[in-house]
């Protein structure tokens, strides 16, 4: 089963735009995780946010969570054609699979 | 971090033939995997839980005859998908946890991607 949407389905911009993907999901969470997954290939763990936590930022990267509205934000900023993948949110409780989002395919071109 | 293996990457078989997925964790032990399934532009489909020196458990609507998974060691996991069919043609994906890190995020391997003919 599929934890929620994101939105958009997918996203095209310029190097140096900001990409912002948004994910929404069901259940009551602990955490909630973004994955990127380059065409083919297997995901990459980004960045956790804890259900207590409002927002956090890692490099380029800025998430937020709005637990009452169930949903999660990604932000990449001054993107880069490198950024272009696609892009995952996931929940679990620990120890367990997680569940992931229909994610956001995002093209950045030069 | 840490480092999961999965063998081959890419695979294609003839329809009735058996063909079997590796998943290896490197550097760490796995006590659990998990496998997931992948189609075209589509997000990651939990297949089972594949547990080391137990059976695995499978999610609603997957086979565990068709789809077979053995876990014998701490560090290697196996899929096996038996009797394929063009329908199983997909990308699989296994990943596992380091809990020497945290019990939260998930290491993939690299996929394989399954054709039948």
């Known amino acids: 089963s599929q934890q929620g949407e994101e939105d958009p389905q997918a996203l095209s911009i310029q190097e140096g735009e900001n990409a912002t993907m948004n994910c929404s999901y069901k259940?009551?969470?602990?955490?909630l995780q973004w994955y990127r997954q380059n065409s083919g290939r297997g995901l990459v763990h980004l960045i956790l946010i804890r259900s207590n936590e409002r927002e956090k930022h890692s490099g380029r990267l800025r998430v937020t969570l709005d637990t009452s509205k169930k949903s999660s934000s990604l932000l990449i900023t001054a993107s880069r054609a490198a950024d272009t993948a696609s892009y995952f949110c996931?929940?679990?409780?620990?120890?367990?699979?997680?569940?992931f989002g229909k994610g956001t395919t995002l093209s950045v071109s030069s | 971090g840490a480092v999961v293996s999965q063998h081959p990457s890419r695979v294609i078989c003839k329809s009735g033939t058996s063909v079997k997925i590796e998943c290896r964790s490197l550097?760490?032990?796995?006590?659990?995997m998990f496998w997931y399934r992948q189609f075209p532009k589509q997000s990651l489909m939990l297949m089972a839980t594949s547990n080391e020196g137990s059976k695995a458990t499978y999610e609603q609507g997957v086979e565990k005859d068709k789809f077979l998974i053995n876990h014998a060691s701490l560090t290697l996991s196996t899929l096996t998908v038996t009797s394929a069919h063009p329908e199983d043609s997909s990308f699989y994906i296994c990943?596992?946890?380091?809990?020497?890190?945290?019990?939260?995020?998930?290491?993939f391997g690299s996929g394989t991607q399954l054709s039948v003919l």
């Open positions: 996931a929940t679990g409780q620990a120890g367990t699979a997680l569940i």
């Open positions: 259940t009551s969470i602990n955490n």
């Open positions: 990943s596992a946890r380091d809990q020497r890190l945290d019990n939260e995020k998930l290491f």
């Open positions: 550097d760490f032990q796995a006590t659990t």
